[in-house]
Every structure is written in structure tokens, then in C-alpha cells.
């Protein structure tokens, strides 16, 4: 019984010696923690996009075909974006809504770039839940403010695709883009 | 009981292996093995060394721009590189311009937005290297009825992979007099080339590095045979396993930690256990 | 069950008194790696790779899960899949060189882990069960590797694929259609590639569960020990925490130094390169091999090259392969020496040595080309092999004059003239 007193519970003994016992058992401890915690990494970091997915997350399109009034359906990191050659009418529709009332405030200016206020480039998700909306086609109901409408669960956007109507919180997503000549508009 | 089964069982299996080897032993003996040309006069690879060799290896980007230059010169006339992609060659050292310019200097098969059909295009960052020939039955037409195999992981497809490359590369060679007389059925046969480091010695490749200058290189390094071999070996290091370097150096500081927590974990393994150990002196 | 002087869970906070009450996992932990479970003291390094065994099971598992993340079961692509999870998948060279170099480590400690059980008698009563669940996991383990192998679908998985299965149509009447069967086809194609990696996603959980009553019936003697003696009192045990879990530790520390050493700087050196070729089935590659862990026996398989009487070389060789590890599940009932450890057996020591000889030169003849002299090399060596555990031990058994054996477990630890000093303190 005396043995195993001693035996079982070193930390019972008395001096230094012990002290030190004990700070080499936790820095085993912590080591291996470390080692355990590092392997998450790898782990974690290996769900995330890989570098072939990552290398595609740019799109160059070819805008010359789009005559004011029509709309193309191009991808860009596997999701569709909406190219519209907005009219003038569309243009002034848009620009006489009182920012005020909208719920996601942004003129049209915003959301194109200078120059070439015609060029309406968005993505082609719902804010709200992910849908594609219907619009761009030809053909497609633009819904009752003649931007884009998503049938999933109704939600309404105007010509600067806008949301005015229906469950979505935000304007549709405006992708960083540039115009790399007149024709050619190069996305991501 | 059992046992007596499981020495029967055990005379059954020795027997029948006896009798085996009394069967092999004896053909063996009365019809020895024929030696073939290739036992005597197969070589291994040459000894050679590259920049990513050993346990602290890294590429020398400026070789490997070299071996690029050579594969697509000579190589990629008739071998692909098709798990290999234009935006990969940044590793080598190239920026995004320059891999935009590569990539476009290669036609890759597309589709016309227009009408649909198939139709070549300049190659973007994203596209992988072209092949050569549009299938396998194509290939084999166009070269003597073998298939140049593809080239991404060759390297590692072969023992001794980078210095196979490049001794098979430099190994061309006639035929030795001494192998035509002991073995007169063993000429190579016309079409194939002779290589010594070849496995079965007759190669269906000519011999793709003829001429020092065959390739000009920017960098002012001399293109001799040699040099083109060693490079284009070195790149197909690297296009067998580009993370090749990043092993290497993760490997280390791996390998410094669990050093330091092993010695850590013995340490309180010894304090653990120092009461049960010290009884027995 | 455990022996008297184990100690006794006792929960102090009140939460884990009321999980006691509701769910005693707690309990269960304690007493199976915790200070519960008393495990003799005398335990040498031979004794961790059960412990190591069971991380490796570990590794190949979670890296396993997530290769199966990025890796594709279509015999169109899984090739390029792989390469894929190599070259662009963050960190996926590091994952697919882990798992296969895991493979690798799990079978060498396995088998030092079975070789140990050999000389320490680990298979005879009252842990013969241990033992037959051992093999088990061995057998399973097999399986296992053999269908990741085919995965990669490179020359060597496909052809691995085909000579595996070959091995069913030996059986004489339903051998053909058996192998069709295996295949769901006349050679390895899709449809093998699917069920191998769903079946390589399966077993290693079935491992698992046989790995679970693998301890459970491990706990009910209690671990054995080098010196074959069965414990007898309190100072013959330490608890296994923090004793042993402090030994376990530290040597899988070493041993995950020696495994990364591996996988970040030789990760192909047990590899073959022939797998780096994408699977042809117009050509088979000059010289098959399956991973190494098989050669001891794939060199048996390939010993038996003539008819024995009316049984074909080929069914032979295929019985004899199987045989080779079937024979492990009659060992409690072949050696019938009541002296467990080999250490106290020297006629059995001298044949142990001879067998693990043999197998190493298996091995080496199962890796190298099937041609003279390596099969008739193997020829003799399977000789041993099969005398060994069908003839010898049997007759050794019953002959041999064991050493005498130490008292107990701490005389053995301590030496019998400190046994004495000690006495008086108890």
C-alpha cells in the first residue's frame, strides 16, 4: 500500500525535482497538442477551392453582338452573369427612381462604369436564396420593373437590376470587371 | 488429433513444393535459361545529377525554362504534356504576360461560338498542353506503329526517372559489333533505332537531340546535346511532380518538430516512469 | 474484468457523476487506456505497436476520407483524378503521399506487431481469441490495401486487379465465373473500379469494429507480457495511465518521425513507377509485383510451378496462399507448449529466428523477377515456411525442456534477491 502511494502519485513527493517532472509532462503534452492542432491545416485548408477551380475564376467576353435592349448569359466562376446593352429609356427609367425609396440604396451610375452607362454587368444570382433570374434571355419576363424577376420566390429588380420587390435584401451583385477595349470586357 | 492432421496437411505443402523444385531443379540443369541480348548489354542510367536532387533540392528556374524551351521545340512534335496547364509554367519563373503568350503560341482545340463546330484556338493560361495527334490509333500511324508516350509524368513512370530521360536522350548509338556476334538474330530491325538504355534496346524514337544549336537559347547558355538532354530531363522533374520543392521544404520543419517532441515525449516517458525504474538498481 | 487492485472510477464533479449514471463512457475510457486498466509492468518496446497499429488505422482512415473528397471512381478519370488531388488540390500531394506511404507503415508495424504475438506465445490460452481476432483484422487489412491499390488505376492497379482475381479462377468448376463475378466483367473495368472503392471505403470501418473486439477480448485476461508468466499481484501491474500512455507517446513520436521522414522525402521509394503509367489493358508491364507487403506471399503463390498428382501448379499455388496465413488460426491449438514467451524455449527460439529469416527471404524472392534462381530460392523457402507451423511447432511443442521461468513478473523486473528486500515493505 506504501509502494503504491508513492508509486501512483508522484506529484505527492516534495522538491524540485518534481517541479521540473511536471513542466517536461506538460511540454509532451503541449508539444503533441501542437503537432494535433497543425494537422488541422492540411485538413481544413484542402476543402477549400484548388488552384485549377481558382485559375478559372476570370472570364473574358466578347460584348460587340449585343445590340441596346438585349442581354447575354455568360459564366464566370461557374455561375451565370448578366451582360445587358441597356436603351436609353431603360437608362432614364432607372435613373428616376428616387434613390431614397430603394432598399438597397446605388444609382445606376454605381453600378456601371463611366462611359459606358449602358453596360449593366451583374451576376446572375438572386440575392436572396441563389436562383437564376429570368430577364436575360430573350423573351423571359423581366418581372414588373422590367429588370429581372426571380420566379422562385418572386422577388422583383429594375433596369439597373435593382431590388425594389419580393424577399431579396440586396441589389444583384455587381462582379469587379474591366473593359479591356470596347468589345472585349474581361470579368474577375 | 489435430496434429496429427496439421503434419499431414504440412506433408501435403512441403511435397508438393519438393516436388516443384525437383521439377524446376532438373529443366534447370538439362535446358538452362537462354541469356538474352538484353541481359548483357541493357545499361543502367548514367549517373547525372540536377538541381532538385537530395533531401534540400530545389529547381533551377532557369534550366527548366531551358527544358520547357526544348520540349517545345523538339519534344512536343510527337509526345503531349497533357496533365500539365500553361498557368502551371508560372512556377517556372514566367508572370502572367509571359504565360498568356505561351499559351496563346499553342492552338488548342475549341468550339466556333457561333456555329458549333470544332475548330482550333489560341491556347488561354487555363488550357493544358495540346496533343499532338488527335488519338491513339493517329499516333501509332504516324510513328512507325508505336505510341510516343505522354510525357507529364514520365519521370516517374520509369526507374531513375530524370537520369533515364536523359541517357536514353544521349544514348543513341550503332549497334555493337560484339553484341551482332553473339547474338546475330538480335540486329536491330529496320525503323528502330539502337539505345542501350532502352529496355529491349531497340527504340522506336530517332533520336530527337542530334545537333549542338539544335535549339537557341535566350539565356546564353551553349546548346550542346548534352545541356538540351539535361535540361528538358530537368523540366520533366519538374512537370512529374511540381510540388516536388515544397515537400522538400516542408519536410523539415516537420521533421525539427516531431525530433523536439519526441525527445520531449521521452523525456516524460523517463520522469514517468523514473519511481518503477529506480527500484531496479 | 480486472483484477482486484484495479482502480475504481470514482467521478467527483457532478456532471460526470450524473453522465456515470446516464451514459458511463467515462467509466468505460477509464477502465480500458486509463488508470483502470492494470498492465504489466515488464512490457518491452515490442508491446507499442498495438498502440501504433491502431494510430496507423487513424491516418489511413482520415486521409482515406478525404482523398475520397477529390478522388473519382470512374475508370475514365480516376487516373487523372489523382493527379489532380497531386497538383492542384491544396495540400493534396501531402494527403495521397500520407495514405499510401500509410499503407506502407501500417503493415510494417502490423507485422512486427504479429511476429511479436509468434515469439511471445501472445496467440496460446487464455487470449486465443485475441489471436483469431487478430487475423481477422490481418485478412481484412489485406483486402483492403489490395482494392486502394487498384484505385489509382495506373498498369500495376489494373494488372494487380486481374492477377488477384485470377487467383479465384483456380477453383476448379465455378473459378471463371467466379472471377467474372468479382470483376462484373471479363476483365477490370468500371465496374470493378466502382465496387473496389466502395468496398476499400467499407472494411476499413468493419476494421475497426474488429479492432473494438479485438481490446475487448484483449481486456478480459489482460495484456500478456515478456516473460509469459500471467500476473499475480498488485506489484507485478503499473495502470496504463499515465505509465503506459506515456510509453505509447513518446513512441509515436519516433514513429511519426520515421513515417514523415518517409512521406516528405522517399514518398515513392515503395511505390512502383509502373503505376505512374495509366491503366492498359493491351499491355501488361514487364515485371508485376504487387505492393511489397504481399511478396512473402505472392512468392509462395508463385512457388508451386508444377502438378502435384491431379491438383493443377495453379490451384496449388492458390491453396498454399491462402493456407500461408489460414494456418495462423490453428496456431493456439499447434504449439501446445504451456511455456508461453520464446524467450524461455530455446529450441523454439532457434526455429522463430529461422522462420523470421525465411520470411524476409519470401519477401525478397516475391519482389524480384519470376525467373531462376529466385523461384527455386523460394521453392525451399516455403519448404520451411509450411514446416514450420504444420510440423515443427507440433513436434517442438511436445519435446522441448523449457528454461525455468522466473516466479513472477516483478522477480523477473526486480531479481529475486530485491524480491526478498521488498518483502518486508508490502
Known amino acids: 500500500m506504501a509502494e503504491e502511494a508513492i508509486t501512483d502519485a508522484p506529484e505527492l513527493a516534495t522538491g524540485d525535482g518534481v517541479r521540473r517532472r511536471d513542466f517536461i509532462n506538460l511540454a509532451a503534452v503541449s508539444a503533441a497538442g501542437v503537432a494535433g492542432v497543425s494537422l488541422l491545416v492540411p485538413l481544413i485548408s484542402q476543402m477549400a477551392p484548388s488552384a485549377d477551380v481558382l485559375a478559372e475564376s476570370s472570364t473574358e467576353v466578347d460584348i460587340s453582338a449585343i445590340q441596346p435592349g438585349q442581354a447575354i448569359k455568360s459564366i464566370f466562376r461557374k455561375q451565370p452573369v448578366f451582360i445587358r446593352n441597356l436603351t436609353p429609356k431603360e437608362i432614364a427609367e432607372a435613373n428616376a427612381v428616387p434613390i431614397s425609396s430603394l432598399r438597397d440604396p446605388q444609382t445606376l451610375a454605381e453600378r456601371t462604369k463611366e462611359g459606358k452607362e449602358n453596360w449593366l454587368i451583374t451576376m446572375g444570382v438572386c440575392t436572396h436564396l441563389g436562383c437564376v433570374p429570368l430577364g436575360a434571355g430573350e423573351g423571359e419576363i423581366k418581372g414588373e420593373f422590367g429588370g429581372y424577376f426571380c420566379p422562385c420566390h418572386g422577388s422583383a429588380y429594375d433596369t439597373a437590376a435593382r431590388i425594389r420587390k419580393g424577399p431579396a435584401p440586396k441589389n444583384l451583385e455587381v462582379p469587379t470587371y474591366e473593359f479591356t477595349s470596347d468589345t472585349v470586357v474581361k470579368i474577375g | ?281 | 474484468m480486472s483484477f482486484p487492485w484495479a482502480h475504481e472510477y470514482t467521478p467527483s464533479h457532478p456532471f460526470m457523476k450524473w453522465m456515470d449514471e446516464k451514459l458511463p463512457l467515462p467509466r468505460l475510457v477509464y477502465n480500458s487506456v486509463g488508470s483502470g486498466y492494470p498492465v504489466p509492468r515488464n512490457l518491452n518496446y515490442f508491446w507499442n505497436f498495438g498502440f501504433l497499429a491502431l494510430a496507423c488505422l487513424g491516418i489511413q482512415i482520415v486521409t482515406g476520407v478525404i482523398l475520397a473528397m477529390h478522388y473519382a471512381a470512374n475508370a475514365g478519370v480516376a487516373f487523372d483524378s489523382v493527379e489532380h488531388i497531386m497538383r492542384d488540390v491544396n495540400w493534396g500531394w501531402m494527403l495521397r503521399y500520407a495514405h499510401a506511404n500509410g499503407a506502407s507503415a501500417f503493415f510494417v508495424v502490423i507485422y512486427i506487431h504479429i511476429f511479436r504475438g509468434f515469439f511471445y506465445g501472445s496467440y496460446k490460452a487464455p487470449r486465443e481469441m485475441v489471436w483469431l481476432l487478430g487475423v481477422v483484422i490481418f485478412l481484412l487489412m489485406m483486402a483492403t490495401a489490395f482494392m486502394g491499390y487498384v484505385l489509382p488505376w495506373g498498369q500495376m492497379s489494373f494488372w494487380g486487379a486481374k492477377v488477384i482475381t485470377g487467383l479465384f479462377s483456380a477453383i476448379p468448376l465455378v473459378g471463371e465465373p467466379l472471377q467474372q463475378w468479382l470483376l462484373g466483367g471479363f476483365a477490370p473495368d468500371n465496374a470493378s473500379l466502382n465496387r473496389f472503392f466502395s468496398l476499400h471505403y467499407l472494411l476499413p470501418f468493419v476494421i475497426v469494429g474488429v479492432v473494438v473486439l479485438h481490446i475487448w477480448a484483449l481486456h478480459i485476461p489482460g495484456s500478456s507480457n515478456p516473460t509469459g508468466v500471467e500476473v499475480k499481484s498488485e506489484s507485478d501491474t503499473v495502470p496504463f495511465y499515465p505509465y503506459y500512455i506515456a510509453k505509447d507517446g513518446w513512441a509515436m513520436g519516433l514513429f511519426a518521425f520515421l513515417y514523415c521522414a518517409m512521406l516528405f522525402f522517399f514518398p515513392n521509394a515503395l511505390g512502383h513507377p509502373d503505376n505512374y503509367v495509366p491503366a492498359n489493358p493491351m499491355s501488361t508491364p514487364a515485371h508485376i509485383v504487387p505492393e511489397w507487403y504481399f511478396w512473402p506471399f505472392y512468392a509462395i503463390l508463385r512457388a508451386f510451378t508444377s502438378d502435384f498428382f491431379f491438383i493443377p501448379a495453379k490451384l496449388m499455388g492458390v491453396l498454399a496462399m491462402f493456407s500461408a496465413i489460414l494456418v495462423w488460426f490453428f496456431l493456439p491449438w499447434l504449439d501446445r507448449s504451456p511455456v508461453r514467451s520464446g524467450s524461455y524455449r530455446p529450441a523454439f527460439k532457434k526455429f522463430f529466428i529461422i522462420l523470421l529469416i525465411d520470411v524476409l527471404i519470401l519477401g525478397y524472392c516475391g519482389g524480384a523477377p519470376a525467373a531462376e534462381p529466385y523461384v527455386m530460392i523460394s521453392q525451399i523457402a516455403a519448404i520451411y515456411y509450411f514446416a514450420h507451423f504444420l510440423i515443427i511447432l507440433p513436434i517442438v511443442s511436445s519435446i522441448e525442456r523449457p528454461d525455468p521461468l522466473p516466479f513472477s513478473i516483478t522477480e523477473a523486473v526486480l531479481g529475486s534477491d530485491e524480491q526478498a528486500a521488498l518483502a518486508p515493505a508490502e
Not at chain 2, 508572370?95 to 470544332?118: H, R, Y
Not at chain 2, 531513375?160 to 536514353?168: A, I, K, M, N, Q
Not at chain 2, 551553349?222 to 512529374?240: G, H, N, P, R
Open chain 2, 1 to 281: 488429433m489435430i496434429r496429427i492432421i496439421s503434419i499431414l496437411v504440412g506433408l501435403f505443402f512441403t511435397l508438393g513444393l519438393a516436388w516443384s523444385f525437383g521439377n524446376g531443379a532438373y529443366t534447370a540443369i538439362t535446358e538452362p535459361a537462354p541469356v538474352t541480348a538484353e541481359h548483357e548489354f541493357h545499361l543502367v542510367p548514367k549517373e547525372v545529377h540536377f538541381a532538385s536532387d537530395g533531401p534540400f533540392g530545389k529547381f533551377d528556374r532557369q534550366q527548366l525554362q531551358r527544358g520547357f524551351q526544348v520540349y517545345k521545340e523538339v519534344c512536343s512534335a510527337c509526345h503531349s504534356l497533357r496533365l500539365v496547364a500553361f498557368r502551371d509554367l508560372a512556377a517556372l519563373g514566367y508572370n502572367e504576360a509571359e504565360v498568356k503568350a505561351i499559351a496563346k503560341g499553342f492552338q488548342v482545340p475549341g468550339i466556333d461560338p457561333n456555329t458549333g463546330e470544332a475548330n482550333m484556338r489560341p491556347g488561354l493560361p487555363t488550357d493544358y498542353f495540346p496533343k499532338p495527334f488527335a488519338n491513339d490509333v493517329a499516333a501509332r500511324a504516324a510513328n512507325n506503329n508505336a505510341i510516343p508516350p505522354d510525357l507529364s509524368l514520365i519521370t516517374k513512370a520509369r526507374h531513375d526517372g530524370g537520369p533515364y530521360v536523359y541517357s536514353l536522350l544521349t544514348g543513341f548509338q550503332a549497334q555493337p559489333a560484339e553484341l551482332l556476334k553473339e547474338f546475330p538474330d538480335a540486329k536491330t530491325p529496320n525503323g528502330l533505332h539502337y539505345n542501350p538504355y532502352f529496355a529491349n534496346l531497340n527504340l522506336a524514337m530517332a533520336p530527337p537531340l542530334t545537333a549542338d544549336g539544335q535549339v537557341q537559347y535566350g539565356d546564353g547558355t551553349k546548346s550542346t546535346v548534352d545541356q538540351m538532354a539535361k535540361d528538358v530531363s530537368a523540366f520533366l522533374i519538374w512537370t512529374a511532380e511540381p510540388k516536388l520543392e515544397k515537400r522538400k521544404q516542408t519536410g523539415w520543419p516537420v521533421l525539427g518538430f516531431l525530433l523536439f517532441a519526441t525527445v520531449l515525449g521521452y523525456m516524460s516517458y523517463r520522469s514517468i516512469w523514473a519511481e518503477k525504474k529506480k527500484k531496479k538498481a
